[in-house]
């Protein structure tokens, strides 16, 4: 059976889909009967959404005006 | 400014060809966070806005031209990449891009994780965390600043791939194109990366300390 460790390694391809059925099989299987694992994905998945949030660098407003000066130029 | 407020591709194509300045300004606007973490992961924070300017003076020039294709956004994610490399190259480094690409893959392997015995079996039951969503880890201030702290201590290979893929919403065979790096390296860095970050809010949940 899967180990914990090579179930955390492979965490990210299976929250991303990117695992083969098969394996999916087993990671399944591995979290069925492990709490600590469960536990693990379940703040994996939470530390991904949470990143997702941070640090949407803006446009800065002077690049804006920029951009929209050379925009109306091309008309 | 979000994307899905955006009109569908058909319409935004035209409505950009025909000199819609307002919607113009919304793309710009909507785009940039997506469109700024390509620029970083290639010629580093300083100069990511600068590309990003530089790139859509050039899709302004081609906007006409464009025979969709790819999808719009796509194809002015190509741009900026393409602008990003050019400056890269044009900073005359001793390494280029490929040469750093080959290090991507020397990066220490996780060979002992204090977290496993030899069996590879947990040492302690991993604790659940008090904190159930995003928003209230968001929320945590300390929290955050511990983890803003391990972001920027992150090796930048790991960084550049998790902005891409987790702040950009960027797919796989994206980054690794744009990033020219193999699939099976950037999803190990990229699972280096998160897995860090999730250990960091995993030691401040247990112990409140960074």
Redesign the interface.
Known sequence: MLSCKHLVEQASEYIDEEMSTGKRVQVKLHLFVCVSCRRYMKQLKLTIAMLGRKHHHQAPEEMCHHLLKEYQKAE | MDTTDLPEENELIQRLIN?D?QL??TV??AW??SL??VA?AIVGHSI??EV??EA??SV??A?PKFEGRSALKTWVTRIVANEAKNRYRKKSRSVSLESVDENWSTDSR?VS?P??DS????NQ?????D?????E??AAGEL?DC?DKHLTRLPDQQKYI??LR??A?MG?EEICNILEVSSSNA?VL??RA??K??QV??KFQRTGEC
């Open positions: 000199h300045q113009f300004v710009v606007k940039h966070p700024y973490s970083a990511a806005d990003v300017q859509w003076v302004i020039k906007l996780m994780d977290r496993f069996s590879g079996h947990w039951r991993n604790p659940a965390w904190i159930g969503s995003p928003d880890l968001l955050q983890v998790m902005e987790d702040s919403g796989m999803r990229l699972h998160r897995d970050i999730q809010v995993a």
